[in-house]
């Protein structure tokens, strides 16, 4: 894992990715700007990121569509996004926003303080979970071993049926962590 967080921010206009990229540069974490829901959905087949911030008018595939499958992909389901709109604040957009899966949904122009603290919130949850599944899959090795030269001592039958039940243990808290 290891390596800075990723932000991906999708905007169809590349003087808002500048921009975007201006005000989150400070953050230290690794900017994927696209111009498209489709260059974002491939951005995201390429690994994790901390968070989304997604513009929602533009064309082809919108906001609203490029989070859709984004929570129904094979990838990043759980990746958490931000929408950008200078399109409008009306309630019935507000609530699609949310209801596609966003955490957060911000009108333009926004404040670029309080842009870059929210988002820095998701990078350090993210650099806590990285940091957490590190330490478990680290657990799992350490214990897979154990179980290993406990499997040539043929009187440590009990033993090693208990380290193989906290392997399945340690397995599942590493499947079930959110991300």
Known sequence: MGGRPRILLVDDRSENLVAL???LAPLEAEIVAVQSGKQALTALATGDFAV?????MMPEMDGFETAERIKHGPHNQDVPIIFLTAASTRPDFTFRGYNTGAVDYLAKPFDPWVLTAKVQVFVDLYLKNTQRTEELSSRIAEVEEAAT????DPTAEESLARLLGRVGQLRDALRDRPR
Not at 149 to 152: H, P, R, S
């Open 149 to 152: 030269l406990l499997a040539k």
């Open 21 to 23: 990229e201006a005000v």
């Open 52 to 56: 989304v911030l997604l513009d929602v």
